[in-house]
C-alpha cells in the first residue's frame, strides 16, 4: 500500500501520514490548503468517545479535539418537562420543550495557558443532518421568541436564560467552561449526526460528532 508522509499545513501538525485507499481526498485537501497558507481541519470523527451512565442509562458523547472539549448528555423529555414546570412555565411551554431532544452541554478548552488560544462556540454556525435532512438547533433566543407573557413570566424566563447553554461563548485556556442545556429540534428517539464548528484564536475548525441520539420519551420507574 501506497503512503505519502507530507508536512501538512493544513491539519495544523508537523507530519500527517495518509493513505492513498482511505484518504486520498484528505491529502488532495491537505495539499491544496498547504498552497494556500490556510490551517482549516476537515470534518472528523477522531476525538469522540460515548459513554453510559450505570444508573440512569443516559448516553453521553465527548468530542475532544485541539483543545476544544464538547460533552452531550441525553436528557429525559420527563427531566426536561419537571424542570421547566418547576419553574413557572405552563404545562404547553414545558411539553413543547422537552420533546424538543434537548441534551445538557458542556464545553471547555483544554488549552495550557502558555498556548494562549481562545476557542469560541456559535451554535447557530452548527449542522445537524438526519435521514438525509439538514437541520439546525433551535437556539433560546428562538425559544423565547414565541412565548407571551401568559405563557412564560419574567422571573421564568431569566431562569430559562441561565439553565440554557449560551448561544455564542468564548472559551480563555486552562479549563474555561460552561454549560447548560442545548435543544436540538428533533423528536424523541431521533438519531443525527452534528457537525461541530468552532474557532480557535479566530481559525475555523469543525468535527463530526455521529450517531448521536435523543432520548425517548419514555417514563421509567424510580429505582
Known sequence: ML????????TCHPFYTVTMSRFVYTFIRCCIAA???????????AGVTISKDPDTAL????????GFELELI????????????ARGFSPKVA????LACVFQGIGRNTLKASEANSISVDLREWQLTSKGKNHSIKQ??????????ADVATSSRLAYRWATFPTQQTYEPVGDYNWGMISFNLPPGTRFDVLVRWTLNGKPQQAWVRDVACAKDIHPEPQ
Not at 4 to 9: P, T
Not at 59 to 66: A, C, E, P, T, Y
Not at 77 to 83: G, H, I, L, M, S
Not at 140 to 149: I, L, N
Open 35 to 45: 498552497v494556500m497558507g490556510l490551517c482549516l481541519s476537515l470534518p472528523l470523527t
Open 59 to 66: 448516553i453521553g458523547w465527548k468530542l475532544n479535539q485541539g
Open 74 to 85: 441525553q436528557r429525559l423529555p420527563d427531566q426536561t418537562r419537571a424542570f421547566f414546570l
Open 140 to 149: 433560546k433566543e428562538q425559544w423565547e421568541a414565541e412565548w407571551s407573557e
Open 95 to 98: 411539553n413543547d420543550i422537552a
Open 3 to 10: 503512503i505519502y508522509q507530507v508536512k501538512c499545513i493544513y
